[in-house]
């Protein structure tokens, strides 16, 4: 269904005209009349599926038909989990709202402050926040929201995963009870569910897809290998792919560098992200990885959740998150938007704790491989209902990187896997 037939307002048709998005995704279609009409809801859905215009279009268009704010007034406040997601909601409020003359402000740590205080004392439409930094200018009183309208909470079960509980109720407590509520969260849980009732009035709930479970359109595999050669298969996977950009994810900051120095070592362009990183630094390094200037990011979770990178097509665990629900969110950078996405996982035996979990919240067994070459001394146990791991066999390959020839004594020229 095309934009036009949602009731939205010649400005955001426009707006969304100029950016090419001309029809409306499922949870779009869903969410966008409940939020226009000022119903509450509680929305899940995979990353990629157009989440965040579900609620920012709505709210833009409700927001026209209010007065602007004034001094120190919030008129919505958006809260993300993260710097990142927050940027980059703001990044999408300001292109939707191209044409409207509103007041958007991003607000988030590892920034000075003072530059934010006086920028919110002039008033602010649509208030973008991390819970941290939002409650340091509440308490300078830079803004105030008893004339807030809406409340949205992106990312919900993450801001829970990060410990924000008490943040999340204290920011509540200045809240006034007479507003509509938006709760997004990519999966549920008790927790979730619990918190909806503290927030919600009445609401609906939204879903387009099976809870917990990563896209469709991303093919997962596995590969066996002893912890020892994670490192030269990692370099082997890479150096074979035909990919254009490629995310690969650990669990540690240290890990993040002893991977990316490794791989420069071995003549790779290469480039971290993770939250030892000045936010300046996090966000350039973001930025050229979207435009294509970085071609491998090796990042923590810190990327995991709500970024949006259009055409990433492989995603690499170096190793399995210890939180199951974080391997979705890792494998939803790829895959996005209906396109095909591969996600791709090094795991070794001490990792099949970890490894079962995710196959259990996302209820299937997610299909095993050996590399020839690379067969591991401590095979990967099967897990209940026995995929057994398939071998991949040699065959001929001309590489394009001439500089690799060799790894642990493996002629790269006369192996590939069938990726």
Known sequence: MSFSNLDLSEPILKALEEKNYMRATPIQLKTIPLVSAGRDLIASAHTGTGKTASFLLPLLQILLNLERAKQSQAKSLVLAPTRELAIQIGEHARQYAKFISLKINVVHGGTKINPQMMDLRKGTDILIATPGRLLDLTSKNAVKFSNLKVLVLDEADRMLDLGFSDEIKEILSLLPNNRQSLMYSATFSKKILSLSKSILNNPVEVSVSLRNTPANSVKHQVFSVDKRLKFELLLTLVSLQKFNRILIFTNTRKNTELVSSFLSKKGLDTSTLHSGKNQYIRSKRLS???????????????????????????????????????????????????NAGKAISLVSADEFENLQKIEALMNKVLPRKTFEGFEPEHKLPNSETGNKPKRIRKKKLKLIKKNIKFIAGLDLQTRKPNL
């Open 288 to 338: 050229e990885f979207k435009k294509g200037s970085i071609k491998i990011l090796i990042s923590t979770d810190v990327a995991a959740r709500g970024i949006d990178i259009s055409n990433l097509e492989c995603v690499i665990n170096f190793e399995l998150p210890k939180i199951a629900e974080n391997y979705i969110h890792r494998s939803g950078r790829t895959g996005r938007a209906g």
